[in-house]
């Protein structure tokens, strides 16, 4: 049996509310809440889910850029949520992150050449000449030349400010890359040129990629598996086939039933949820889909669903379907 390249067990984070004169915890937000998953190598797995979910949060936990609470993450067999700082630092030559906004991600005092290969220098892999010419094979590799090198973020576009945070997770040679929404503050063209770049890095370079957005659209062309999210829990989980042609949980057919058809004559029945999302402070208990769910028996309000398997590599949770 080939071993996936990262699990999560029961891994959860909980940010604390204070209050008060003294600042005290008055309860904790559960941004993340016993989440298991399974990412095997060289795939894209697709997380997707509403505004506040939880997803840039689990993105961010699996590779401990946020401590989680509890839980296990498992890379390479290796449970780093164990290791100390400096096993810690080591293990960032493998894992890395593409964040959302490609401009406040980047140090606007630096230089394109010292953004780009700060990694290299951090970990001592590279510096003087070797340094340059590394920092510049990226920076051509995801589309830019070598004029680039001593300009600052501020003078590039957010398509050509998203390509140098590609080629700054790119430059240790990673296996595992955390992609947090990476197109959602990009023009629709400039979209689908890094969607693409993206899609031919983790080819030519044997990666793989936890590619977390809201737009499912994007999620369909990107992903091989799937996995769907609600106010921290994991609430289906498939491959793009299974979960865009027979989506089992009501959360996922409503989310899916607002996909646009890109065809006039063509109509799909869009499911309106009841209702809010649920605070994370105080999710409701039992299923937490169950106040907007229009199937919700007696038992959903009691009752908290496991993610179960109903067909190979198809895992639902919901109380309702066997």
Do not use: W
Not at 16 to 30: D, L, T
Not at 41 to 59: D, P
Request: some cysteine.
């Amino acid at each position: 049996m080939i071993r996936p390249l990262m699990e999560v067990k029961g891994l959860k984070k909980y940010f604390p509310v204070k209050g008060g004169v003294f600042q005290r915890v008055k309860g904790f937000v559960r941004a993340v809440d016993d989440v298991d998953l399974e990412i095997k190598r060289r795939e894209v797995f697709g997380l997707v889910g509403e505004s506040g979910c939880g997803k840039t949060t689990l993105g961010r936990a699996c590779l401990r850029l946020t401590e989680p609470t509890s839980g296990e993450i498992i890379f390479e067999d290796v449970n780093i949520s164990n290791l100390n700082l400096s096993d810690m630092q080591k293990m960032r030559l493998n894992v890395q992150m593409v964040f959302q906004d490609p401009f406040s991600s980047l140090d606007p005092r630096k230089m394109v050449k010292d953004i780009v290969g700060e990694g290299l220098v951090i970990h001592g892999l590279a510096k003087g000449s070797e340094l340059k010419e590394r920092v510049l094979q990226n920076l051509e590799r995801v589309g830019l030349k070598k004029e680039h090198l001593y300009r600052y973020a501020h003078e590039f576009s957010g398509g050509q400010r998203q390509r140098i945070g590609v080629a700054r997770a790119l430059v240790l040679n990673p296996k595992f890359i955390v992609l947090d929404e990476p197109t959602s503050a990009l023009d629709v063209s400039v979209q689908a040129k890094i969607l693409n770049l993206l899609l031919k890095l983790q080819k030519e370079l044997g990666l793989t990629y936890m590619f977390i957005s809201h737009n499912l659209s994007v999620i369909e062309y990107m992903s091989d598996r799937i996995a769907v999210m609600y106010v921290g829990k994991i609430v289906e989980t498939g491959t793009k086939l299974e979960l865009f042609e027979n989506p089992l949980h009501p959360y996922t057919r409503a989310l899916f039933s607002a996909i646009p058809i890109p065809d006039p004559d063509l109509k799909r029945e869009k499911i309106i949820l009841k209702g809010d999302v649920p605070s994370p402070l105080n999710p409701p208990p039992g299923c937490r889909f169950h106040p907007r769910c229009p199937y919700a028996e007696e038992f959903c309000e009691r009752e908290e669903p496991e993610l179960i398997d109903v067909k190979a590599g198809h895992k639902v949770a919901c109380h309702l379907i066997k």
